[in-house]
């Protein structure tokens, strides 16, 4: 089983990416999908993410109605477009997903590999 996250990059303060993770190996059925990020010197940090049941999203407070989570179940992806990034935002972004675990990072059954975002002001 394989997540595999992608289209991070370098961005002015104010713009946008979409970041996409694809998992493979399973069918994913039944898991909650996470984002997670970590910022160097920090912990990694809930960003959003969409359960299973119902699709409904949740996002940590700093993410102030910016970020929109999605999922394709036919696909075994999630999506992640972040809209007015702030330098804070920088930082490796991490899928994750669990079955039935809380949304914490030492819950999550499977990860990602990262990708790097880089927002200038």
């Known amino acids: 089983v394989q997540l595999q996250a992608s289209g991070g990059g370098a961005v002015q303060a104010g713009g946008s990416l979409r970041l996409s993770c694809e998992g493979s190996g399973s069918t994913f059925r039944g898991y909650d999908w996470l984002w997670f990020r970590q910022a160097p010197g920090k912990e990694r940090a809930i960003v959003c993410g969409?359960?299973?049941?119902?699709?409904?999203?949740h996002c940590a407070t700093f993410v102030k109605g910016r970020f929109t989570m999605s999922r394709d179940n036919a696909r075994s992806a999630v999506y992640l477009e972040m809209n007015n990034l702030e330098p804070e935002d920088a930082a490796v972004y991490y899928c994750?997903?669990?079955?039935?675990?809380?949304?914490?990072?030492?819950?999550?059954?499977?990860w990602g590999k990262g990708t790097l975002v880089t927002v200038s002001s």
């Open positions: 969409i359960m299973w049941s119902g699709g409904n999203v």
């Open positions: 994750a997903a669990t079955l039935g675990g809380t949304w914490v990072p030492s819950s999550m059954h499977y």
